[in-house]
């Protein structure tokens, strides 16, 4: 649906049935006068790109479809400038145990495949993660699954090319997207442990334990780290090669969201709440 902003509904689309039992948990991405939608996962699962001011198709791209209680991807698609051209990127999970996922370059013009490097897992929650440079796009799986780093620009089948690291090893469960800042990846995990690696090798740099059950995204402001657990703390860390925790604090409420940041004001959203945090006084 789009509404204007005095609430009046402009136009709305019916794109059809999400057949899995976790629903949908993609955003939206405006890009131009195109508004892209991962419809999925389950059967049918699509890229649909639609004319923001009427709603109408402009472009679809058909992908494989998981109809399964656990697997699946709900991931938000990331737009990247890659030299003379974008590049819309998508995870795509394996069909099942065993099966292998992949990391897609579209053309958002026209939703054609650019390249495709395999290597993700049977699911996943965090959309693609790149940095200031948009050089390096990385991919997290959860359900234990391995995160890989893939520079873009290619063309086709890239993994032997383009595919720069692939944890092997058993990961924990990741829900929520990490962040790249200054050549590290910040990645937060649902048993409480956050994790900092060199984005060019995938070397864990250094890794602690925050605590709680890590869901929320992780956001930085003014060169900081924020990432929230379930039971409601946020933590505040300095980025950088060596850990340190500036601050927890506690609203003692259960919490699914990351935060949000405007204007030096830190937004909270909890299950009975939303909360302003400022750090200068309102007249």
């Known amino acids: ?36 939608v991962y419809h999925g996962p389950g059967e049918p699962t699509r890229i649909v790109s639609l004319d923001k001011n009427t709603g109408e198709t402009i472009w679809t791209s058909e992908e494989i479809g998981i109809n399964s209680p656990i697997f699946g991807s ?15 990127i998508q995870p795509l999970p394996g069909a099942g145990i065993g099966e292998t996922g992949w990391m897609r370059g579209y053309d958002p013009t026209n939703g054609k495949i650019l390249w495709q490097c395999e290597g993700l897992g049977n699911e996943v929650y965090a959309m693609p993660v790149a940095g200031p440079s948009g050089k390096i796009v990385v991919g997290i799986s959860g359900h ?12 086709g089948e890239v993994t032997s090319t383009h595919r720069l690291w692939r944890t092997e090893t058993k990961n924990p469960q990741r829900i929520g997207t990490g962040i790249i800042h200054e050549g590290l990846l910040y990645i937060s995990n649902a048993n409480g442990l956050f994790e900092c690696l060199d984005v060019e090798t995938g070397t864990v740099v250094w890794r602690q334990r925050l605590g709680g059950n890590l869901w929320g995204s992780i956001v930085m ?23 340190e925790l500036l601050s927890k604090n506690s609203v003692q409420e259960e919490s699914y969201a990351a935060v949000a940041i405007s204007q030096g004001d830190v937004f909270l959203r909890t299950y009975e709440h939303l909360y302003c945090i400022s750090g200068s006084e309102r007249p």
């Open 1 to 36: 649906m789009a509404y204007d902003l005095q609430g009046q509904l402009l136009w709305q689309r019916n794109l059809g049935p999400l057949l899995h039992r976790w629903g949908n948990g993609s955003s939206p991405v405006l890009y131009g006068d195109q508004l892209i």
């Open 74 to 88: 709900w991931s938000t698609p990331l737009i990247l400038r890659v030299g003379d051209h974008d590049e819309l």
């Open 221 to 243: 402001g003014d060169g900081n780290l924020y990432v929230g657990n379930l039971e409601g703390d946020t933590f505040v860390l300095r980025s950088g090669r060596k850990f």
């Open 144 to 155: 234990n699954g391995p995160t890989m780093a893939v520079r873009v620009g290619g063309k």
